[in-house]
């Protein structure tokens, strides 16, 4: 390393992420900050149907006030491991359920100044039943997609979410 | 909506982000926090050379304590044209420059707490010239793969930034 740690401090403990500063001095003498979301990571799924169709959510996304299309997916909760966080953030989503998962890999959201790392998983032999939303988690909709289809939203610029890019990638081998 | 903003505070300014937490009224009366990572976005370039290959990036990325194989990327300064921030990071990073750039799409790195959005250019004819690095960014190497082997890297678990893997994704049309 060219540097040392000077000072680790958490300015704010949150629900979602915390905020950590790091004051650091490099060996020039000079000094620097690093700012980190720590977040817990999280799970994703691609679920895929008999059909071949993928399951998606159309959901709100509050830092930019609009819907956004993306793969089921959410946090990990304390000591929660990423394959039992899949199963169930798909069914409390989108109301199926599987025994069917397989890992595909995982993914740093955006590694310069967060710590979210997301499992990808692959379900198949869905069962449908009921969802089971949290209040925060408004007009939430359930859409199906071939995976011709959804490439065409990503390079049409209608898909966005990076997470959903790289599970739908990484699905490939798998997709019809 | 089902929500009323009640607040909105800005809880700390900082180089990368800014922290913004907002508290909401839901129109069953139970309140909620929101937390965002107010981020000004930013550029990914996916280089490609007259052989095919692609040239990328192994950075130290703090977060994680590790070095990870990126495209090269960065943060938009005040103001910036997001083309002109790609051909910016590529030069500072790599000692490429380019006038042939695309715009392949953009991304939003994790739409459920942050308001990062990335835009995604491919540059070719490029030509070789001396890189300019900030202190940051400490022992960044360059080097070249082809699109199978930084795809079979994905695969592997090898390239695991999000925003490369929806670079690759996307520049597939022109890739050879």
């Given at each position: 390393m060219n540097f040392k740690l000077i000072k680790s401090e958490i300015l704010f403990r949150g629900k979602v992420f915390d905020l950590q500063v790091d004051e650091l001095e490099y060996n020039t003498g000079n000094r620097g900050i690093r700012e980190i979301a720590v977040h817990p990571g999280g799970a994703v799924v691609v679920p895929v149907k008999n059909d071949g169709k993928i399951v998606m959510v159309r959901q709100f996304r509050y830092p930019f006030q609009k819907f956004f299309l993306e793969l089921p997916a959410g946090k990990l909760d304390k000591g929660e491991d990423p394959l039992t966080c899949a199963a169930r953030e798909l069914e409390e989503e989108t109301g199926y359920s599987t025994g069917d998962i397989v890992k595909l890999g995982k993914i740093s959201t955006t590694p310069g100044f967060c710590t979210e790392v997301l499992h990808i998983y692959l379900t198949r032999n869905l069962k449908e039943g009921r969802h089971n939303r949290e209040?925060?988690?408004?007009g939430m909709e359930i859409l199906e997609f071939s995976p011709q289809e959804i490439e065409e939203k990503i390079i049409g610029g209608n898909i966005i979410d990076a997470k959903t890019i790289c599970g739908i990638f990484m699905a490939k081998g798998y997709l019809s």
């Open positions: 209040e925060g988690e408004y």
